[in-house]
């Protein structure tokens, strides 16, 4: 007998009739004796219409009625769950989470998970071997007293940081494929499943754009050393072995993988804008100048290329920044111009960032070189590259992306055989 958190995503809850099929998954781990707390989504499609809802409202609405909207999609879903593990006989029932509490920092539509109380939910376990089914992506700032969310995807937070607060063995999360992949399955055909995949290796994927666990999730996963497995909700329940090990992908410590590879997937993001400072004056505190304001402004400046200056004088610096905060970074930079000091701005939003991901880049060097090489032979034309211990990006053509990842997917020996 153990403690298990199951999180089933937006497409595993989408309608009433896969909502029945997610309180048979969660009956089979009850029937096998197991304390379970369940983390659901709102329904497909749902937390988009709602932030659209929001925006037509008025684009520039208040962050904490946002957040008051937003929410309300795993209410619904958490709720009618608990109805349907009722009506099959399993004790159960909803807890939104300014009720669990789950204390939140009060970055509203981004807060930050602060502390959870597990008692009562573990109280109820032994008391009345109840299920608890949890609102995800919702918490509650303790100052402000008001609901606040964790950010797109973030009921994978939700489900890791609740394993921890009541001590599960495991956090298992159900979605709409059966692991995780070597990089997205839907655009290479020929991506690989992995079996178990390091938290390190895990979070750069996440982080450069695989959005098959929200960062947050990875990280706390991370710090927590808690078993996270990502598996499919649409294998029927009855098919599996409570005793066996079902497909999936296991995110654990680097010490339990055995198999090393250099490379172990590939990550893209087209959720990118460039931004280019022409002939900026070539000396001390021009960066400061430039990233100063967009640090203020709150805006997350990823790849950043400057060039050694040519004649002394002058240089161009380029930059990225997410495609949704493009236009506040250009008026940003122009709003600066007279204290940073440049010719022109030059722009471009149709871009992409391909990322190649292994902690086996620790020890090799000349993997990113392989890439270059590989690209050219494509004719696709390398904008910026940034490099770290583990990966390396490249700044391309948004209409390359997928030839890019397939390309690089092959170089690595990635493609299933
Ligand atoms: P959920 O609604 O269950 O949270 P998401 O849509 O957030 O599901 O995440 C699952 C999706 O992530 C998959 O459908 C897949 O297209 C995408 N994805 C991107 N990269 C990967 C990867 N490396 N492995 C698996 N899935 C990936
Ligand atoms: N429903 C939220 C979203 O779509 C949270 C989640 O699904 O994880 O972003
Ligand atoms: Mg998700």
């Given at each position: 007998?153990?403690?298990?958190?199951m999180?089933?995503?937006?497409?595993?809850v989408?309608?009433?009739?896969?909502?029945?099929?997610?309180?048979r998954?969660?009956?089979?781990?009850v029937?096998?004796?197991?304390?379970v707390?369940?983390?659901?989504s709102?329904?497909?499609?749902?937390?988009?219409?709602?932030?659209?809802?929001?925006r037509?409202?008025?684009?520039?609405h208040d962050?904490?009625e946002?957040?008051?909207?937003?929410?309300s999609?795993?209410?619904?879903?958490?709720?009618?769950?608990?109805?349907?593990?009722q009506?099959?006989?399993?004790?159960?029932?909803?807890?939104?989470?300014w009720?669990?509490?789950?204390?939140?920092?009060d970055a509203?539509?981004?807060?930050?998970?602060?502390?959870?109380?597990?008692a009562?939910?573990?109280h109820?376990f032994?008391?009345r071997?109840?299920?608890?089914?949890?609102?995800?992506?919702?918490?509650?700032?303790?100052?402000?007293?008001?609901?606040?969310?964790?950010?797109?995807?973030?009921?994978d937070?939700?489900?890791?940081?609740?394993?921890?607060?009541?001590?599960?063995?495991?956090?298992?999360?159900?979605t709409?494929?059966?692991?995780?992949?070597?990089?997205?399955?839907?655009?290479v055909?020929?991506?690989?499943?992995?079996?178990?995949?390091?938290?390190?290796?895990?979070?750069?994927?996440?982080?450069?754009?695989?959005?098959?666990l929200?960062?947050?999730?990875?990280e706390?996963?991370?710090?927590?050393?808690?078993?996270?497995?990502?598996?499919?909700?649409?294998?029927k329940p009855?098919?599996?072995?409570?005793h066996?090990?079902?497909?999936?992908?296991?995110?654990?410590?680097?010490e339990?993988?055995?198999?090393?590879?250099?490379?172990?997937?590939?990550?893209?993001?087209k959720?990118?804008?460039?931004i280019?400072?022409?002939?900026?004056?070539?000396k001390?505190?021009?960066?400061a100048?430039?990233?100063?304001?967009?640090?203020?402004?709150?805006?997350?400046?990823?790849?950043?290329?400057?060039?050694?200056?040519?004649?002394g004088?002058?240089t161009?610096?380029?930059?990225?920044v997410?495609?949704?905060?493009?236009?506040?970074a250009r008026?940003?930079?122009?709003s600066?111009?007279?204290?940073?000091?440049?010719?022109?701005?030059?722009?471009?939003?149709?871009?992409?960032?391909?990322?190649?991901?292994g902690?086996?880049?620790?020890?090799?060097?000349g993997?990113?070189?392989?890439?270059?090489?590989?690209?050219?032979?494509?004719?696709i034309n390398?904008?910026?590259?940034?490099?770290?211990?583990?990966?390396f990006?490249?700044?391309?053509?948004?209409?390359?992306?997928?030839?890019?990842?397939?390309?690089?997917?092959?170089?690595?020996?990635?493609?299933?055989?």
């Amino acid at each position: 007998m153990g403690r298990l958190v199951m999180k089933f995503g937006g497409t595993s809850v989408a309608n009433i009739d896969r909502i029945r099929n997610v309180a048979r998954h969660v009956k089979r781990e009850v029937d096998a004796g197991h304390d379970v707390a369940v983390v659901v989504s709102a329904m497909a499609g749902k937390t988009n219409e709602l932030v659209e809802w929001c925006r037509d409202a008025s684009p520039m609405h208040d962050a904490r009625e946002y957040d008051a909207i937003v929410a309300s999609g795993e209410q619904v879903t958490s709720g009618l769950l608990s109805i349907v593990l009722q009506g099959m006989g399993i004790q159960a029932r909803s807890w939104q989470g300014w009720q669990i509490p789950i204390r939140t920092s009060d970055a509203h539509a981004s807060a930050r998970i602060l502390e959870i109380d597990g008692a009562e939910i573990i109280h109820r376990f032994k008391d009345r071997q109840e299920v608890a089914v949890i609102a995800g992506f919702q918490g509650i700032n303790p100052q402000t007293n008001r609901v606040t969310t964790l950010g797109r995807g973030g009921s994978d937070t939700s489900a890791v940081a609740i394993a921890a607060a009541i001590r599960a063995d495991r956090c298992d999360i159900y979605t709409d494929v059966d692991g995780v992949y070597t990089t997205d399955p839907r655009v290479v055909p020929k991506a690989r499943r992995l079996d178990k995949i390091a938290f390190e290796d895990m979070l750069e994927l996440a982080s450069q754009g695989a959005k098959v666990l929200q960062v947050r999730s990875v990280e706390l996963g991370m710090v927590h050393n808690m078993p996270v497995f990502v598996r499919s909700s649409f294998d029927k329940p009855e098919d599996i072995d409570p005793h066996g090990t079902p497909p999936g992908t296991l995110i654990c410590s680097e010490e339990e993988i055995m198999e090393s590879h250099v490379v172990t997937g590939i990550a893209f993001s087209k959720d990118e804008a460039q931004i280019s400072v022409r002939q900026i004056e070539d000396k001390p505190g021009v960066a400061a100048a430039i990233f100063g304001p967009l640090a203020e402004a709150n805006i997350n400046v990823d790849m950043i290329v400057q060039n050694v200056s040519e004649d002394g004088k002058t240089t161009d610096l380029t930059f990225t920044v997410p495609a949704s905060d493009y236009a506040r970074a250009r008026d940003t930079i122009s709003s600066a111009k007279a204290k940073i000091g440049y010719a022109r701005l030059d722009s471009a939003t149709d871009v992409a960032k391909v990322s190649v991901i292994g902690s086996g880049m620790r020890s090799h060097a000349g993997v990113a070189a392989q890439a270059f090489t590989a690209l050219a032979g494509r004719n696709i034309n390398i904008r910026a590259i940034t490099t770290s211990e583990i990966k390396f990006s490249v700044l391309i053509d948004a209409a390359y992306t997928e030839l890019a990842v397939r390309t690089l997917h092959t170089l690595y020996g990635l493609d299933q055989t």
